[in-house]
């Protein structure tokens, strides 16, 4: 079982989500000072607690990880993941270890970024494809995802691993074979990496969640 899904907290009416978080989301809500992350945390929420209702979780308890990575101590069995970027937020759903990411295409990244810390060898593809600064974003969403798979997150090296993008996403010696899926959504790019192929993100209106 797998769940993937998006939307835009844009337009997220703030004052009626923020009466719908639990006491823990709201403190988290509490601290940040500008509006636009204030509707990103409110609505990760919201986002994630759709996707749990409909497998019958109406009650997680959650807790963090020793790298940070949160998840349902009263369902072992239910593994979760959450990103936003901008105005988007995404959460994914499933029976097994999954990591998402979701980021806005910047045209104007330092490609350096990739040279320092990217593996040689994507960094090369990077810059010999037809447009460097998309490819950037398609080889960072994949990473990112893969580190939140493991749980491990940043403290996981960029340049330790190498995703190769063929005809199939793959984690070069993949022992695990971990499924990589890259959706381009206007301006963004969300990946997915999990025990599934994933063939479809489901987008949902953020008001229709509260």
């Known amino acids: ?50 996707l749990l209702t409909e497998e019958g979780i109406t009650q997680p308890i959650f807790k963090i990880g020793r790298y940070g990575k949160a998840y349902i101590s009263n369902h072992e069995n239910i593994y979760f993941n959450l990103s936003h970027s901008s105005k988007l937020v995404a959460c994914a759903v499933s029976d097994g270890e999954v990591g998402v990411d979701v980021e806005m ?41 893969y580190m939140k798979y493991t749980g491990l997150g940043f403290n996981l090296k960029l340049d330790s691993f190498e995703i190769i993008i063929k005809d199939e996403i793959k984690l070069k010696n993949d022992e695990n074979n971990i499924k990589f899926s890259l959706f381009n959504i206007n301006d963004y790019k969300l990946a997915i990496a999990s ?15 509260i």
């Open 195 to 209: 025990k599934y192929d994933v063939g479809k993100i489901m987008e949902y209106d953020i008001n229709d969640l």
């Open 105 to 145: 295409i910047d045209p104007a990244i330092d490609l350096n970024i990739a040279k320092q810390y990217f593996y040689n060898k994507e960094y090369e593809s990077i810059m010999n494809s037809d447009n460097p600064q998309d490819e950037f974003f398609t080889y960072w969403v994949l990473k990112e995802s």
């Open 1 to 50: 079982m797998i769940k993937f899904a998006f939307c835009d907290v844009d337009n997220l009416d703030l004052t009626k989500a923020y009466n719908l978080l639990p006491k823990s989301r709201k403190s988290k809500v509490d601290n940040f000072r500008f509006e636009k992350d204030k509707k990103l945390s409110a609505g990760a929420y919201l986002l994630l607690n759709k």
